[in-house]
């Protein structure tokens, strides 16, 4: 999954803002607060997180594409400074609470400001410092893995490309493994200690533990939150179950009985992706004679219309031009809807290729540097399918921070961070067959005719139901390590139970109980909270109904396009533009109609493939 980098956001993570003369400014508050010490206190913060947010994103830009032990210590300091500033605001924030009388914005302010840090330090002298070391380590860490092929390094970016492609068990195996080795294995010391740190300064805040002040963002009591996840996965996991049956039938159908059993858990491996949380890369496999053959491939397409991808030591005039390109493929469907077009500076500043002479850390993520109008996305963008549904994602990320940049600071951010991960999966959605022909990219002669449809909502789940329940995994793994049920000995066996419970996957090899197979998934070094990924998926398929809805749609809503309606850009941007000044409920009726989050609309959409899934299955053993 892809990553933003909103610089509000960056202010309450491992990046904060705060300086140790603010802190000490903080514990000079008289012991009787009033009302307007709160109001004074709230504007305070804003202008100052505002200020270093910009100086801080600008570190973090560099630190993320260039990456050297000089740029990695600069990142450290300003984590730092930012994680104990952060850690003094909240904790200032915390004596407003009880006050009667506070203003709605005044009060839900204190209430970002109390909760929004990812890692909170304790106040103990060098716990900021120590866990800014430890995080940017960790993140540093992920950026410089290798793995291996046939022996011979592999980096990151190639080693993903190759996981999707490669057919052969053994070489996936190998893949696999020393990747997990190689870059979760040394991670586990580093990351027990950080989250003894964090822990104790979630302790500090109230909370009974960091899990438990992730859960609280998001405007409902944290158990709450908790039950509104098991509650969304309940109604969508039938539909994973059959998908998850019928691709280990196929699987077997090519591998055999002594690479993939007929029945039980799926080889994580042979997924076509490091971390089987997408299977979409193994369509080829798993696509039925006929059905299954949805007459194109969007990174064929592309070729063919002459984007060629960039070769690294390629340093002609050209270089990054067919990259750059497909970038400007996903900014003309926002155009589209009536979104004003990206600024100058973002095809100056972004990073579109992997540069040829340094180390950069290729994961894709949303920048908006300076809190207005400074836009950029960094990819190392390949000239294939799973890349150009990938800028539509990230775009939405830019969209959504411009739509919502004339809020104050601590509403810079979406209404909770699933809407965030939606919005461009949502456009996504719509890069329909209709679409491509619209755009130039695909033969009006060679549109799938409505015999296609399971190919093509196959091609889709592979990829959006496949992922469900490793977007929920993560987190819960995460809630057990901060709250102590997954003890540091069992890091490892936690993760792996987790992934067979929820995902029906198993490694390739056994894996001893030292390994850190957590730390080989970038989000758990970044830090990042994953819940949101699975909220999106579930938050996309009801802003694309309600997109579809709005355009007058009238046919099966898989094949729904609104690229081109301005009626929905309008009612988009007034959701857009609220930013997080609201409950999320506020938000989702805005532009749905309704205040629930539902998996509903994802059902809606594949309920065809759910019918033909079933077929399929009848008389196989379900589950694992």
Known sequence: MKNLVSIAALAFATLSVPSIAMAQDALTTASTPTVSDADAFVARAEKDLFDFSIEAGRVAWINSTYLTDDTDAVAARYGEIGTEKAVAYALEAAKYQALSGLSYDTKRKLDILRGGIVLPAPTTPGAAAELATISTKLQSAYGKGRGTLRGKEINGSDIEAEMGSNRNPEELKEMWVSWHDNVGAPMGPDYTRMVDIANKGAAELGYADVGAMWRSGYDMPADDFAKLTDKLWLEVKPLYDELHTYVRTQLNKKYGDTVQSKTGPIRADLLGNMWAQEWG???????????????????????????????????????????????????????SLGFAPL????????????????????????????????????????????????????LGHNYYQRAYNKQPYLYLNGANDGFHEAIGDAIALSIT??????????????????DKDNGLLLRQAMDKVAFLPFGLLIDKWRWGVFNGTITPTNYNKGWTDLRLQYQGIIPPVERPADRFDAGAKYHIPGNTPYTRYFLARILQFQFYKAACDISGWKGPLHRCSFYGNKDVGTRLNAMLEMGASKPWPDALQAFTGTREMSGKPMLEYFAPLMKWLKVQNKGVEKGW
């Not at 067959?433 to 409505?450: E, F, H, R, S, T």
């Open 281 to 335: 890369n193994i369509y080829d496999i798993v696509a039925p004679a006929g059905a299954g053959d949805i007459g194109y491939d969007i990174g064929e397409l592309l070729v063919t219309k002459g984007y060629k991808q960039t070769d690294l030591v390629d340093f002609s005039a050209n270089r990054g031009k067919a990259e750059k390109d497909m970038v400007k493929i996903g900014e003309g469907f926002f155009s």
């Open 433 to 450: 067959p209709n679409y491509l022909v619209q755009i130039g990219l695909l033969d009006p002669a060679k549109v799938p005719g409505a």
């Open 343 to 394: 600024p100058k500076s973002f095809w100056d500043r972004a990073q579109f290729i992997k540069p040829a002479d340094r180390e950069v850390v290729c994961h894709a993520s949303a920048w908006n540097v300076d809190n207005v109008d400074d836009l950029r996305i960094k990819m190392c963008i390949k000239v294939n399918s799973t890349d150009f549904v990938t800028i539509h994602h990230e």
